[in-house]
């Protein structure tokens, strides 16, 4: 008597056994996502066009940071999986975990931005002392498409 046989696991199938992951969270859309949303502060398009948008950028060792600072980054980490760390109570961090957080957060951010190759960027006003921010425009490539 012939044993069935289970069709072929492609790809994108999961292992006997196993739960199908979440699909992975591409920068490039949610960023453009996030930017429509209206959410962050000073994270906001700067054309009706939609083709260039300004990304608050204040330097994390300034006194006059604030939590919605450090928002669109904390965003993209949680969007990401990589915050809040698992912990086994299932308690929150504690609030130093997140500013110590922090730096590293706007690095992967900066990392994405950069490695997509979707968004250019225009003008580095970082260092601006009353508006700390960075310009992006979508690449020509993006929009001719």
């Given at each position: 008597?012939?044993?069935?046989?289970?069709?072929?696991?492609?790809?994108?199938?999961?292992?006997?056994?196993?739960r199908?992951?979440?699909?992975?969270?591409?920068?490039?859309?949610?960023?453009?996502?996030?930017?429509?949303?209206?959410?962050?502060e000073?994270?906001?398009w700067?054309?009706?066009?939609?083709?260039?948008?300004?990304?608050?950028?204040?330097h994390?060792?300034?006194?006059?940071?604030?939590?919605a600072?450090?928002?669109?980054?904390?965003?993209?980490?949680?969007?990401?999986?990589?915050?809040?760390?698992?912990?086994?109570?299932?308690?929150?961090?504690p609030?130093?975990?997140?500013?110590?957080?922090?730096?590293?957060?706007?690095?992967?951010?900066?990392?994405?931005?950069?490695?997509?190759?979707?968004?250019v960027?225009?003008?580095?006003?970082?260092?601006?002392?009353?508006?700390?921010?960075?310009?992006?425009?979508?690449?020509?490539?993006l929009?001719?498409r």
């Amino acid at each position: 008597m012939p044993v069935p046989q289970r069709p072929a696991a492609g790809p994108d199938s999961p292992r006997p056994g196993t739960r199908r992951a979440a699909p992975r969270v591409l920068f490039g859309e949610w960023l453009l996502g996030e930017i429509s949303s209206g959410c962050y502060e000073g994270l906001q398009w700067l054309d009706e066009a939609r083709t260039c948008f300004r990304v608050p950028w204040k330097h994390f060792a300034r006194k006059d940071l604030s939590e919605a600072d450090a928002r669109i980054f904390k965003a993209w980490a949680v969007a990401r999986g990589r915050w809040p760390p698992s912990s086994r109570g299932g308690d929150p961090p504690p609030p130093e975990a997140e500013t110590a957080e922090r730096a590293g957060w706007k690095t992967n951010f900066r990392c994405a931005l950069r490695s997509t190759r979707r968004f250019v960027m225009l003008r580095d006003n970082s260092g601006d002392l009353a508006d700390p921010h960075k310009v992006y425009a979508l690449s020509r490539e993006l929009c001719w498409r």
